[in-house]
Structures are given as C-alpha cells and as structure tokens.
C-alpha cells in the first residue's frame, strides 16, 4: 500500500492499482482527488471537506464514489445520485479495494462553548491504516499506520503524546498539520517520537511511503 501525503489533513492511499483518498478540504492541493476511485470524508469542516475537489473527483471519474457522514453528504448527494453512502460508527465497507471501519462519532471538543458536531475515523484493510479525523478515537484494535493529527485548535501535545501511547502504533505520520509553523516541527518531531512510544515519521506534501 502507497501512502501519499497531501496538504493538512489529506492523503492518498494506493493499492492493487485504485486509489483512495481521504479528507481533500480547502489546504490540500487542487488536484489531490485527481484519479481517485474512492473518497473519504470525516467531517463537514472546510479542511476535510471541500465540495468543489469532491465535484472534480466525480465529475472526472464516473465510477468514482464517496463514503462520509450524513451532514456531508446531505450537501452533495443530489447532485451525484447513488454515488455517496452515508456511514456511522460501527459500519464496515469496501471503497476501491480497500477493507474499511468505521469508528468514532463525535468531533473533539474545541470549546465548551461550541457545539460538537459528528465525526467518524476510517480503518483500513484490518488496521493497516487509521485516520480519526477531528478526534482522538481508539479504534479498539491492532494499528500498523497511524495518521496522527499532531496540531489543532482542540488538542495540546500532551494529549497527543497520550494518543500514541493508547493505539500504540508500530509508526504514525503526521497530518493535521497546515497550522504548524517549519519553526515548531522539530519540537513536536522530538516530543513526539521521545514519548509515543511508536516510530513517529512525518511526510512533507507529496512524498510517498509504503505501509
């Protein structure tokens, strides 16, 4: 499996010849859902969901589909009947030749004075892969690749640090990062990968790993 960093909070995964690609909000690149065969969506936020890259991932593929929440999809669905599923915590599915999870169902907190909205991650292929999205869900199970947002408006690093040691990962790559100065990397980069207790790696905007 290829994995590709995109911009934020997206990537793209690569198997058998189909790919995957999962949250292309407004930071990742114009063309980060060019090709793909399936699209994840965690959430309604602009930086996991940008319609009109969705729009491009349909409109250029015609058996290109979407799997994501109801409050996303309630806002693209007209537009591509039958292509977009709707999905929750506890469902199971297969996008583009790929295993996938579901789990979680609420957005971290980012104030108690703003509303929760809903958020689900997606485990791919077993545990080979998980993105949360906008939460630190556990997934209950084995996690080979960790996609860990490392800095958000909801999270401290100690939080963070405190992630990695609950999924234990055998690595995790930084996402969720737009937000994150060059200035400060190293300091996650060291925190991180002294106190995670897992190989911490992190992807700059379109290199590639196999997980």
């Known amino acids: 499996m290829k994995l590709t960093k995109k911009s934020h909070a997206c990537v ?38 940008d319609e009109g890259r969705l729009r491009t991932a349909l409109e250029t593929n015609p058996a290109a589909e979407i799997w994501t929440l109801r409050s996303v999809a309630e806002q693209i ?34 104030h108690p ?15 080979r892969v998980f993105h949360p999205g906008d939460a630190l869900t556990v997934p209950g199970q084995a996690v080979e690749t ?22 234990k990962p055998q690595r995790s790559y930084d996402i969720h990062d737009a937000l994150l100065t060059d200035l400060a990397r190293p300091i996650y980069d060291r925190q991180i990968g002294a ?3 897992a190989e911490h790696l992190r992807l700059t905007p379109g290199a590639s790993a196999d997980v």
């Open 12 to 49: 793209r995964l690569e198997k058998d010849g189909r790919t995957l690609v999962i949250d292309p909000g407004m930071f990742s690149e114009e063309d980060s859902t060019a090709g793909a065969d399936a699209v994840l969506v965690t959430h309604e936020h602009p930086d996991h969901f």
């Open 77 to 110: 669905s007209a537009a591509f009947p039958g292509r977009v599923h709707t999905v929750g915590h506890g469902d199971t599915f297969t996008a583009a030749g790929f295993d996938v999870q579901v789990h979680g169902e609420l957005h971290a907190v980012i």
């Open 113 to 127: 004075d703003i509303p929760r909205i809903t958020n689900v991650g997606y485990l791919l292929d077993g545990g």
């Open 146 to 167: 960790l996609m860990l947002p490392v800095q958000a408006p909801w999270s401290k690093i100690s939080e963070v640090i405190d992630y990695v040691r609950e999924v």
């Open 195 to 197: 106190l995670g207790g």
